[in-house]
């Protein structure tokens, strides 16, 4: 019988804004994972409490022969990386697939929206470049994705442009990590 239970456990609460990050960061990087409400499970809770040295302190990630105690995004990618769980160039290619934060997106497909209504009035010469603008705008808030961000090595995800109340730094925006230099294997 195969065994489908995930490498990945977490335990946390609900409330817990370092929980919701922790599960966002494993959603994005689409690693299979099992989350324990720790306000349901009472047994859970009290592994937590042993596990982080006898404070109630979520989220407990659980991999393989490793316990990370309130990790950090760039802490448990690491890990994962370490525990053969996901590949540097996974990492990578997901950084470069998304580097705009959810509310530098909502902020860019709505000023993109005033920049049409805004356009109404203007002669034809200065309407098209504003309207061009204004499209180019709206795409790079649908998709998340930013071409000018790209070429500078930035994002702004894990941010307070992305989710603020579970910002992970105080600048809008950090540094892409360097690609991985070799294409390591999955084992």
Known sequence: MIDVTPAVEVLGAV???????TLRCLRRLRVPHRY??????LEALQE???LAGGARRTPVVRLAHRVLVEPSNADLVA??????????STVHAFEHGQNVGDLERLVRVAGAGLALAASRGLP???RLPVR?????LALTGALGWCPVYDAQGVTSVGGPGDHPDEAEREPWYA????????????P
């Open 79 to 88: 890990a994962l990386e370490g525990a053969g769980l996901l590949a540097p």
């Open 132 to 136: 061009v603008a204004a499209i180019g």
């Open 36 to 41: 324990v409400d720790v306000d349901v499970h």
């Open 124 to 126: 034809w010469p200065a």
């Open 175 to 186: 540094a892409l990590r360097a690609p991985a230099t070799t294409l390591e294997s999955r």
């Open 15 to 21: 409330w817990c804004v370092d929980t919701t990050r």
């Open 48 to 50: 937590v409490v042993r």
